[in-house]
């Protein structure tokens, strides 16, 4: 897919910096640069999922688990699991 887009100056000029050294084109850059942006919002998606889910569990209001965690003393005995 073809996208046209308009950079300010500026941001012109800064891409013009690492081109030659770092990049190949321009484009790179700017693929670069929105691949990353995407990586980012699928990460800032997932971890919003996770924290609604642990929301859903309890776990995030500051309310303890019945549950073993991470950290946790081995229990001795089925009798010592919070189930």
Do not use: C, F, N
């Not at 980012?40 to 303890?64: S, T």
């Amino acid at each position: 897919m073809q996208i046209t887009i308009t950079i300010p100056d500026e941001d012109v000029d800064e891409i013009d910096k690492l081109v030659p050294h770092s990049y190949r084109s321009r484009a790179e850059v700017v693929r670069v640069a929105l691949a990353d942006l995407l990586r980012a919002r699928r990460r800032r998606l997932i971890d919003d999922q996770y924290l609604a889910a642990l929301d859903a569990d309890g776990v995030g209001g500051g309310e303890a688990p019945a549950a073993l965690r991470a950290g946790d003393l081995e229990p001795s005995s089925w009798a010592q699991i919070p189930w």
